[in-house]
């Protein structure tokens, strides 16, 4: 081992022990927190994902009653016009200290003023496709954003239970051994003495007898 | 156009047009055959519109389509064949009036064109949804998809009345307005004729209560997305039935509830309040649509020797294709089948 075996040292490693099962405690709390956190966001994800699948039949629907009412040409132009790319803000949020984004879209839907076709030739069910179509790059944001948050979970789960497994079977077991073995080098040191001492006793009682 | 319509027509004339559009009415799908229908698949109702009057259509197409796009190919084709085929067996005032309602047609095909080359679409997409039933004939069109610019197209109409409408596009105007301007042309150029006669008179108050309906849409639809006023009244055609142009600028001013009050004496208005103030604008569609429909069948047997009883099987004719249309992609689409019968208008 290689360890230096004076008191000095075994106070240090002491200290580290003590240090490192304070942190192992943490990093346990740590890590069945970000677990807790972890599936209530799996409880949302399920839901705004089946919310999304939802929304997308919604809107495969409209898009079919737009394109028989109004036409394929109609319904295909009107998604062809559309100049504007969806937009949105990222923000951070901090969750037991991991960053996780927050997505924020800009409204894309135009006025009826700025639409690319006419109001009196054609049916609501285009807008309504429109709408519904809206509806779903919301909820598609809205799953990319609890989509990261759960992988930035994991991943940080992943972390933390690896420091705390090396904690608990690597860092203080070994710290624990070191100190296991400096003690016992110190008791060593201390009956060799004695020893020695006994013996240096022994040669100067004869010596003076 | 004018000249002819305010002429007289004889008795034998509307007789022979109305007994060969009672007979090809009594081919048209009877409301108890939808619910057959919502209960098959895609490939079911094709069959079973080879058992129909579409026949003809789906073989002739079934070697280039397939599934919903046979189905759509081929309501598309046979609704202009009914509609040509009404002007063939119409002569004299009876064909003049039909011509004159079909020219709906050209402007939608006028429409899909433009609207087609502006955004890259190719001809034979482009030809699918053209219903050649008007004034212009299919040639005509398939010489328009041949054009290379809208310049060129548009230049094609030069000396008809609606060409300087189409005009405007070259000029940077935007394709809704010129759209909803060559709607209003359509209405209005019918609308605003003198009835000298009262066969005429049957036939311009027709499009006059078709354009309450299309007002009543258009204001109920634009006030359900919070539009405000001034963008409504551009939108609203003149010379309706009965609500007059100025009545219908006054309810773009008001609210939903208000508009309801408003109307509730119109004769467009039957059961209307429920729907308008809790169903989505394509119900309320619907409910007008069918509305109108119920309304022209009495009409029509009330004066079964006039234009009304071509007319309202023209009407139930575009409402058949639409619901068949309907049941088509609604159920590619894999659409509840009691969702899909909420968007029907049936009759």
């Known amino acids: 081992m290689d360890v230096q075996p004076t008191r000095m040292e075994l106070i240090k490693l002491r200290r580290r022990i003590a240090m490192a099962k304070k942190g192992h405690a943490l990093l346990k709390m740590k890590r069945d927190g970000l677990i807790m956190e972890f599936r209530t966001i799996l409880e949302d994800a399920k839901r705004v994902i ?30 062809l016009s559309v100049d504007k790319e969806p937009s949105f803000t990222l923000k951070r949020k901090n969750i037991m200290g991991v960053v996780v984004p927050v997505i924020k879209r800009e409204v894309v839907r135009k006025s009826v003023a700025e639409r690319n076709y006419g109001v009196i030739g054609t049916t609501a069910r285009i807008d309504e496709a429109v709408e519904a179509y809206e509806a779903l790059i919301d909820a598609i944001l809205e799953v990319a954003e609890i989509e990261t948050t759960l992988k930035r979970l994991i991943e940080e789960i992943e972390r933390t239970k690896r420091r705390v ?45 | 156009m004018i000249s002819k319509i305010i002429k007289r027509t004889k008795i034998s004339e509307w007789a022979y047009i109305v007994a060969r559009v009672r007979v090809m009415k009594r ?47 081929a309501l598309s084709l046979n609704l202009s064949r009914v509609y040509s085929k009404l002007i063939r067996i119409s002569k004299g005032l009876p064909r003049d009036l039909i011509v004159l309602y079909l020219r709906k047609w ?32 299919e ?8 054009k290379e610019s809208i ?14 409408i189409l005009e405007k596009i070259l000029h940077g105007s935007k394709l809704s307005d010129v759209e909803d301007e060559l709607d209003k042309f359509y209405y209005t150029s019918i609308a605003g004729l003198s009835a000298e006669s009262l066969d005429a008179k049957y036939f311009i108050d027709f499009i006059r209560m078709e354009i309450d309906i299309v007002n009543m849409k258009t204001i109920l639809r634009l006030k359900k997305e919070g539009v405000p006023a001034e963008e409504i009244i551009p939108k609203i055609v003149p010379y309706g039935y009965q609500l007059t142009e100025d009545e219908a600028r006054k309810l773009a001013a008001m609210e939903l509830e208000e508009i309801y009050k408003a109307i509730e004496n119109y004769w467009f208005v039957r059961d209307l309040r429920e729907v308008v103030m809790t169903q989505p604008m394509s119900k309320i569609e619907n409910a007008l649509t069918r509305i109108w429909a119920e309304r022209m069948i009495k009409k029509a047997s009330n004066y079964p020797l006039s234009i ?25 689409s894999g659409m509840e089948v009691e969702d899909i019968r909420e968007q029907l208008v049936i009759v």
């Open chain 1, 50 to 79: 089946d919310e999304m699948v939802q929304r997308y039949r919604e809107a495969q629907e409209k898009l079919a009653l737009a394109m028989a009412a109004d036409g394929v040409v109609a319904v295909k132009s009107i998604a």
């Open chain 1, 165 to 209: 497994n090396a904690l608990e079977f690597r860092v203080i077991p070994s710290m624990e051994d070191a100190a296991r073995y400096i003690t016992f080098k110190l008791e060593e040191m201390d009956r060799e003495n004695i020893i020695r001492l006994k013996k240096i006793k022994g040669k100067k009682e004869k010596a003076e007898a």
């Open chain 2, 27 to 73: 081919k048209l799908i009877p409301r108890d055959e939808y619910a057959k229908l919502l209960n098959m698949d895609l490939n079911e109702i094709a069959r079973y519109l080879e058992e129909t009057e579409y026949k003809k259509e789906i073989d002739e197409l079934a070697f280039r389509y397939s599934g919903v796009d046979l189905i759509d190919h």
């Open chain 2, 106 to 137: 050209d402007f939608w095909n006028i429409k899909n064109i433009l609207r087609g080359k502006m955004f890259g679409f190719t001809n034979e997409e482009i030809e699918a949804t053209l219903v050649p039933a008007g004034e212009f004939d």
């Open chain 2, 139 to 146: 040639d005509f069109f398939k010489s328009l998809l041949a």
């Open chain 2, 151 to 164: 310049e060129e197209i548009v230049n094609a109409f030069r000396g008809k009345p609606f060409y300087s």
């Open chain 2, 308 to 332: 009304l009883p071509v007319l309202s099987y023209m009407l139930l004719k575009k409402i058949e294709v639409d619901n068949l249309r309907i049941i088509a992609r609604g159920k590619e």
